[in-house]
């Protein structure tokens, strides 16, 4: 596996392969690599001739008071996981590669509405980083594909409506969640947590699962919004939002929509986990 910090060398390693003809596809990540993110390999494997990583510490998508300093950062470890996995390049650029002039004169990425509720709302900011360093990434790599765990389901529809936007000609592919035997969706911030916390995480999934069973036996979507935040109290979450919406577009579900998702995201002690789960109403094809 070829590792490069350069995105000259980047881009010359890249042509060569379209030269040769062959499909690229880019996972995007920020480390710390954990199973969600090899099953996002492994499918990029599936979709193309070669693979393409990145490791990147987006400083642009962390608040003030976020963990940005203390995200694990595991470097060589990760490395030997994608180079077993067959991975073809690893891309591991610095802030001043990235951000040359700083990131207060970054050119920024936008994807209105989409980027200003539920995540985006607790974390002002966030989805600009995320929409900037990926249009930015996706411009040094140029892939054919790009792939992007469904556990972040707003950040897969930023990048998505993103790419559309801008006319980038980059298909866009979701992965499912990959999860703990216990229910608990992988994520790096997972290793945050004390024994304690960790034995209370499922009960986010839990009260997803209920949720889901809730809006198909026919309760209305502000009652299992309700029920939902009440079930996350009650097990030792403060939560930050739990909520019913279009899964095409976040916007707020009616009685008519047939394909929701339900959202949540809530503390544990001091970590903040998300998830969410898609429910598909009668009706669908
Ligand atoms: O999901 C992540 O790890 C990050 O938000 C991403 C997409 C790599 C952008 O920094």
């Not at 972040?152 to 592919?173: A, K, N, Y």
């Not at 979507?221 to 979450?237: D, I, K, Q, T």
Request: aromatic fraction near 6%; glycine fraction near 10%.
């Amino acid at each position: 596996m070829l590792v490069i910090d350069e995105i000259g060398a980047l881009r010359r390693q890249v042509a060569r392969w379209r030269a040769a003809g062959e499909r690229l596809a880019f996972v995007p990540t920020m480390g710390n690599l954990h199973e969600g993110h090899l099953a996002l390999v492994r499918a990029a494997r599936a979709n193309a001739q070669r693979v393409l990583v990145s490791i990147f510490v987006n400083p642009m998508q962390f608040g003030p008071r976020e963990d940005l300093a203390t995200y694990p950062r595991t470097l060589e470890q990760d490395r030997q996981a994608l180079a077993q996995l067959g991975a073809d390049l690893l891309f591991v650029p610095s802030a001043a590669a990235v951000y040359p002039r700083g990131l207060a004169e970054q050119t920024r990425v936008e994807v209105p509405g989409l980027s200003d509720t539920l995540c985006g709302a607790s974390r002002p900011g966030h989805f600009v980083g995320v929409a900037t360093v990926v249009c930015k990434l996706f411009n040094m790599v140029q892939p054919d594909v790009a792939l992007f765990g469904e556990k972040d389901f707003q950040q897969l529809l930023v990048i998505g409506r993103m790419t559309e936007d801008l006319s980038l000609p980059i298909e866009i592919i979701g992965v499912a969640t990959v999860r703990e035997p216990d229910g608990l969706a992988m994520s790096s911030r997972n290793g945050y947590l004390t024994a304690d916390e960790r034995a209370l995480a499922p009960a986010l999934y839990q009260a997803l699962r209920r949720g889901a069973d809730a809006l198909l036996d026919g309760d209305p979507p502000h009652e299992v919004e309700r029920g939902g935040l009440a079930a996350l109290r009650a097990a030792g979450f403060k939560p930050d939002y739990f909520a019913v919406r279009r899964a095409e577009d976040l916007a707020e579900a009616s009685g008519e929509d047939r394909d929701l998702v339900i959202l949540a995201a809530a503390f544990v002690g001091g970590t903040r986990l998300i998830d969410n789960y898609r429910v598909r109403r009668g009706g669908l094809d």
